[in-house]
């Protein structure tokens, strides 16, 4: 009987320690913070974005309604940040809130997430319509993550250019993440779409930098005088992957001979950096489609068409790996290799003036198993080219 007791005792403690726990959860406040400037939220506390996140502990979710903000946002703090689909950004002006870790320039980024260990934005359209930046400086970015992790999905971010009299100006990207001084950015770009941009889509840069871009709409200005544009790039010792994403319309028009061509545009630019995976994405109408200048990197599964001037698939360095990709319709090629060991196979080349092109002096390289259809050339040992030479990174 007394083991019985004990033993009631203890349980009628638990479930009565048990209730109190329920008790003290169901009575924590729920961290929803609530914006709106106009009647579509009648019960928000906040008329401007800003605001909830200086009054927001980290952690809490904010909850933008429809309506067009003018503000630039600095966010500091673990925050998830949910919009309406109807819910605009659009800054009456954007002025220098950052400088970039690598360069020193200044930075003018509608959106800066500064040191934050976890910023998730969701549905919000970013717009730099009416940036106002009169020069080529500052660096006009839409998001910025510095040395900040998160995620940016179904969001829209355009218009990130500046006036057509500076059209020139390498400046105007609607995506930066960066990291510095021993710090680490690890951010996922998702279901976006992303247009209107004057340098990048979407850059990546830095060694702690891990961005994975899936998903995404990325659309070029098409044929201008003005930046050479890359749709997404993966740069300078960063890391990541790059798939499932459809970008076109990156070409830069006083390219129109690749004996005299200074500089490319690319719809998915990898430079000096290795290991990046790039799948699975579909890019077309661009000076080059996909550029990769690193080594060891896995360039599988995606299709490229009408790559101008240049090849759909063009890879500088050693140890790099293009398997299973349908490629149609190159300028000089449809692919392109310089440099050694690297493995080409399995792909559907169709409708170039040559399949495979392979630089002179290039060593241990395998072609296995492609399929070529309308190629007169299947493959060709070229002269050394320097195309790596004329790309033209961004790097704020």
């Known amino acids: 009987m007394k083991l019985h007791s004990t033993a009631a005792l203890r349980t009628g403690l638990f479930a009565f320690l048990l209730i109190l726990t329920a008790r003290a959860s169901f009575g924590a406040p729920s961290g929803k913070l609530v914006v709106s400037n106009t009647a579509a939220c009648p019960h928000a506390q906040f008329t401007k974005i800003q605001d909830a996140i200086n009054a927001a502990s980290a952690g809490d979710q904010i909850v933008v309604c429809n309506g067009v903000y003018a503000e630039q946002l600095l966010i500091n703090k673990s925050l998830d940040i949910d919009a309406d689909s109807g819910a605009f950004l659009v800054p009456a002006s954007i002025q220098q809130n950052a400088t970039s870790l690598t360069t020193g320039d200044a930075i003018a980024a509608a959106v800066f997430i500064s040191g934050a260990a976890s910023v998730s934005i ?24 510095q040395n900040s992790s998160g995620s940016l999905r179904h969001a829209t971010v355009r218009n990130f250019a500046l006036a057509a009299s500076l059209n020139g100006c390498q400046n105007g990207t609607g995506v930066f993440v960066e990291s510095g001084g021993g710090q680490n950015s690890d951010v996922e770009i998702s279901n976006c779409s992303i247009h209107g941009y004057q340098k990048n889509g979407v850059t990546a840069n830095e060694t702690g930098t891990n961005a994975t871009i899936h998903d995404n709409v990325v659309t070029g200005v098409g044929p201008t005088t003005g930046a050479a544009q890359n749709g997404i790039q993966i ?19 006083p390219c129109n001979d690749a004996t005299t061509c200074t500089a490319v545009a690319t719809a998915i630019l990898v430079t000096q950096s290795n290991n990046v995976r790039v799948g699975e994405n579909t890019v077309g109408i661009d000076q080059v489609g996909i550029f990769i200048d690193g080594n060891d990197n896995h360039v599988h599964g ?88 004329k790309i033209v990174a961004d790097r704020p």
């Open 235 to 253: 740069g300078f010792s960063a890391s990541g992957a790059i798939h499932g994403n459809t970008v076109t319309n990156n070409f830069w028009s």
């Open 302 to 389: 995606n299709t490229a068409f009408s790559a101008s001037i240049f090849e759909n698939i063009t890879v500088f360095g050693n140890g790099n790996r293009i398997g299973e990709n349908r490629v149609f319709n190159g300028g000089d090629a449809d692919i392109f290799v310089q440099g050694n060991n690297n493995n080409v196979r399995d792909n559907l080349i169709t409708e170039a003036p040559v399949g495979i092109l392979e630089a002179t002096g290039s060593t241990g390289n395998v072609f296995a198993a492609n399929t070529f259809f309308g190629v007169t050339i299947t493959i060709q040992d070229p002269p050394t080219g320097n195309l790596s030479k």
């Open 122 to 145: 969701t549905g919000l359209t970013v717009d730099g319509i009416n940036n106002g930046i009169t020069e080529c400086a500052p660096d006009l970015i839409g998001v910025y993550f």
